[in-house]
């Protein structure tokens, strides 16, 4: 190797560690000049980190997309659509704890509710929207009358812990996949439309 290769890759190598130390390819969607959006989710196998995306491209693309897990500071934002996988009727713990010790700074800010879930593949309707958005995610969120949806998920054993792997395994319950990007997307645009 020539010297000067050697000394230009040394350089790069090092400018690469001089980077943030929390990058997230997501943060970097393009934001529109004076909107400040943010899509919160939670999930378990994937199917709600997809239907985030897609929301937010229902939304131009405007809108940051953050992983629960994540504990992101959403301070900055003024509009935050809230969502997440459903399990026995609930969201993730995380999702719950979170939405509880940032109840007061997310409160005026929350634009929309979504959840994905199973629903034995049938198609949701007002049942589902009560019973797990209203009585639930809006109830932990402290908000009501803004757009919602509720999403037919997806089913990757796979990518399941090996808990719920091996109950769905016990009910014979095959990998499906029924999230659609179409929905999601006009839902992003339906939230964007309503402020």
């Not at 690469?16 to 529109?32: D, I, M, R, T």
């Not at 229902?58 to 629960?68: C, P, S, T, W």
């Not at 005026?108 to 929207?129: D, Y």
Request: glycine share 8%; charged share 25%; net charge positive.
């Amino acid at each position: 190797m020539k010297k000067r290769t050697f000394i230009k890759t040394t350089l790069l190598g090092l400018a690469a560690f001089a980077l943030p130390k929390k990058v997230s390819a997501l943060e970097y969607y393009p934001n529109g000049p004076d909107k400040k959006w943010a899509v919160l989710y939670s999930t378990w196998c994937g199917s709600s980190r997809d239907a985030g995306v897609w929301i937010s491209e229902g939304m131009d693309g405007i809108a940051n997309v953050f992983d629960v897990r994540e504990n992101p500071d959403l301070s900055d934002y003024e509009n935050i659509v809230v969502g997440g996988s459903i399990r026995s009727g609930v969201t993730s713990d995380v999702m719950q704890e979170y939405l509880k010790r940032n109840a007061g700074l997310l409160k005026s800010k929350i634009r929309g509710l979504f959840v994905v879930c199973g629903n034995r593949m049938e198609a949701p309707g007002p049942e589902q929207t009560k019973l797990l958005i209203d009585d639930h995610l809006a109830k932990l969120c402290g908000v009501s009358s803004v757009p919602s949806k509720v999403f037919l998920g997806r089913v990757t054993l796979g990518l399941m812990d090996a808990q719920a792997r091996e109950m769905m395994t016990r009910m014979n319950m095959p990998e499906y996949d029924n999230l659609k990007r179409a929905e999601c997307m006009a839902f992003g645009r339906e939230v964007l439309e309503s402020i």
